[in-house]
């Protein structure tokens, strides 16, 4: 991938703040800065100043790459639901931040193939302190801070539509998306990986639980409908977008 991950406890431990994030972008004035959209969207708008300090400092954090995360500002401003836009923020979470991302398309994505039901908490700890050691050394951290790291990493999945949320025990959800979202997850890929032939089999479809096979399906539905241009000839494939960028694509779609 051409894009650099960042790895923040901060962010893992907000989460998503998917709501908060949609109705920011929903209500984005491209007219004004980066600052004074975050005042305008969230000024007065929280019960206390320390928790709306919190959501600004956290959203703000990641607007610090607006311009490669425009096109979702794009998708929100123009009307795309809610629940499609999670799908596209799930993308972009587990392709850009880490320890989410590894834990996303490894461990999670893994478990979802083995045909596991039941998630713990205590199943990710292990996981979790792996994350840690591997950026940051022999940094130590509490045996507390693994297991709240643990609990945030299945929060963020549940966040975005990854698992369900019923109780301490978590379960598998079968995220399902529109074509336009689908298509949206081509160009955004494309994108992040920096060559559309990466597309069909970028681990980042992990992030929807879909295989390259499970890519190459939909595909190939999509060329059938002229949505776009999918070649396969033996092990040569070769993909034609209808955009040359997500923001193009993010564009397209609203109109």
């Not at 297991?147 to 995220?175: C, E, I």
């Not at 529109?178 to 160009?187: A, I, P, Q």
Request: hydrophobic share 40%; with cysteine; charged share 20%.
């Amino acid at each position: 991938m051409i894009f650099p991950t960042t790895f923040s406890q901060r962010l893992l431990r907000k989460g998503p703040l998917v709501e908060d994030t949609y109705q920011l972008f929903a209500s984005w004035d491209f007219a004004l800065s980066v600052p004074e959209n975050l005042q305008r969207g969230f000024a007065g708008r929280y019960r206390s100043l320390g928790w709306e300090k919190e959501v600004t400092t956290t959203v703000g954090s990641r607007l610090r790459s607006f311009s490669r995360m425009k096109a979702l500002v794009v998708l929100a401003s123009n009307g795309m639901s809610l629940l499609d836009w999670r799908d596209c923020w799930r993308l972009w979470i587990s392709a850009c931040e880490q320890p989410f991302g590894t834990f996303a398309r490894g461990w999670l994505y893994d478990e979802f193939l083995s045909g596991r039901y039941n998630i713990r908490t205590e199943d990710v700890v292990e996981t979790a302190a792996a994350s840690w050691h591997e950026r940051a050394g022999n940094k130590p951290i509490s045996d507390y801070g693994v297991l709240r790291a643990a609990r945030d990493l299945l929060k963020t999945a549940a966040d975005l539509g990854m698992l369900n949320t019923k109780g301490a025990v978590k379960t598998f959800a079968h995220p399902t998306m529109s074509d336009e979202v689908f298509l949206f997850y081509v160009h955004q890929i494309a994108e992040l990986e920096g060559n559309y032939a990466r597309v069909p089999g970028s681990p980042l479809w992990r992030a929807a639980f879909m295989s390259p096979e499970d890519v190459q399906r939909v595909l190939l539905r999509l060329h059938q409908y002229r949505k776009l241009d999918y070649q396969v000839a033996g092990s040569i494939q070769q993909l034609t977008l209808p955009h040359h960028s997500a923001i193009e694509y993010a564009e397209s779609i609203m109109e």
